[in-house]
C-alpha cells in the first residue's frame, strides 16, 4: 500500500514545497490545515486524491489524532511570525509541537520532521525563540528519534521576508530597517522541503540541522540585494534598536486600542529582540553538508521573483533596452 505523510501546515510557504516533493516520491499526502477550503492549491502537486487537505487545529488533541490516522510520517511546518488570538506563541510553537510528537509516538508513526528555526533558544530575549526552544524539548522528550531543521530566513516566490522589502522599495524613497546589522543567512525554500523529505525517507539521522544558503549578509546588505533586483534607488536607513522598540510599542498600542482591528505586523517588540541576534549556522552544528545538499545561492532565485516590484514589472528589461537604443 502506498505510503502516507501527514503534513501539518502542509498548504503554507514551506510546507507546500514538502508536499510536492512527496507526492513525487509516490506518498500519499495529507494537509492538515485551518482552513482546507482555502488550500486547494496542493491538490494538483499529485495524481487525482494524492493529496488531500483537511482540517486540524493543533491546539486540539483530537484533531491532530484524527488528521494523523494511518500516517506513516509526520512532518509539522506549523508556526507564527506574530501572535493573534488563541495563537500564541506558546499555544502553537511549544504546545502544538509537543502535541504533534505525543500523539505520533502513540500512534506508532515512523518518521518525525519538525520545521523549527535558528536561534531556538530556552534563554532567548526573544518568546518566538524561547516558544520555538520549547517546542523542540517537548518533540525530542516524547520522540527521540525525530529529525529537526532549524533553517535561517527562508526565500522564494511566496516567502514573507524578501516580497516585504520589495514591497517596501516599491512605494519608499525611503527604507527603515531595524537591526541592518544582524548577519542572516538566506536559505531557498526548496532546499528545506529536500531537506524535510529526506527526513521523511530516512536518509537523515535522528537530531538537529541548522539550514543555511551558502552566503551570509546583514539585513542592510540583503537590502541592497533586493534594491539591485527591484532596479530601484532607495535610501536605506538603519535605525537604532531603542526606535526600533518604540515603533513598535506603538503598533503595539494601536492594536490594543482598536480591539485587534488593526493587527501588529509590521513590527513587534518581539521581533526587535529577535533581531539583535545573529540568524546563522552554529559552528559544529549538522547541516546541509550532512545531508548531501548543496544549497542554492540568494542571486540563483531572488530576480526570478523579484520582477514585480520593477517600475516596469517584466517589461523593466524591455525599457531598459530601449533607452540604450535611443542613446545610439
Not at 516520491?25 to 494524492?50: D, F, I, T
Not at 501588529?264 to 546563522?280: E, F, G, H, M
Request: proline share 4%; hydrophobic share 45%.
Amino acid at each position: 500500500m502506498t505510503k502516507l505523510v501527514t503534513i501539518y501546515g502542509g498548504a503554507g510557504f514551506v510546507g507546500r514545497y514538502i508536499a510536492r516533493r512527496m507526492a513525487k516520491e509516490g506518498w500519499r499526502v495529507r494537509v492538515a490545515v485551518r482552513r482546507p477550503n482555502e488550500s486547494l492549491h496542493v491538490k494538483p502537486y499529485g495524481a487525482v486524491g494524492q493529496v488531500e487537505p483537511v482540517f486540524c487545529n493543533i491546539r486540539d488533541d483530537a484533531s491532530v489524532r484524527a488528521a494523523m490516522a494511518g500516517a506513516d510520517a509526520v512532518v509539522n511546518c506549523v508556526g507564527v511570525l506574530t501572535e493573534r488570538g488563541k495563537n500564541s506563541f506558546a499555544a502553537v510553537q511549544a504546545e502544538g509541537a509537543g502535541r504533534i510528537a505525543r500523539i505520533a509516538a502513540e500512534e506508532g508513526v515512523g518518521q518525525l520532521v519538525h520545521l523549527s528555526a535558528i536561534g531556538a533558544d530556552a534563554n532567548a530575549a526573544s518568546e518566538y525563540a524561547r516558544t520555538k526552544a520549547e517546542g523542540e524539548a517537548k518533540i525530542l522528550a516524547a520522540f527521540p528519534s525525530a529529525v529537526i531543521l532549524r533553517p535561517s530566513v527562508i526565500f522564494g516566490t511566496e516567502d514573507g521576508f524578501f516580497n516585504r522589502f520589495g514591497k517596501m522599495a516599491e512605494k519608499n524613497v525611503v527604507v527603515p530597517l531595524v537591526g541592518g546589522n544582524t548577519k542572516f543567512q538566506p536559505v531557498y525554500v526548496d532546499d528545506v522541503a529536500q531537506a524535510a523529505v529526506k527526513a521523511v525517507l530516512g536518509q537523515a539521522g535522528a537530531g538537529i540541522y541548522e539550514l543555511g544558503g551558502p552566503d551570509v549578509d546583514t539585513l542592510k546588505g540583503l537590502m541592497g540585494d533586493v534594491l539591485k533586483a527591484v532596479h530601484r534607488e532607495r535610501i536605506v536607513i538603519n535605525l537604532p534598536f531603542w526606535i526600533g522598540k518604540l515603533m513598535a510599542t506603538g503598533f503595539g498600542v494601536a492594536q490594543a486600542l482598536t480591539l485587534g482591528l488593526f493587527h501588529n505586523s509590521i513590527l513587534t517588540r518581539d521581533q526587535v529582540a529577535n533581531l539583535k541576534v545573529d540568524n546563522v549556522v552554529s559552528e559544529g552544528t549538522k547541516s546541509f553538508a550532512d545531508l548531501g545538499i548543496k544549497p542554492t545561492a540568494l542571486q540563483a532565485v531572488l530576480p526570478d521573483y523579484m520582477w514585480v516590484y520593477r517600475p516596469s514589472g517584466q517589461y523593466d528589461a524591455i525599457r531598459e533596452s530601449g533607452k540604450q537604443l535611443g542613446k545610439t
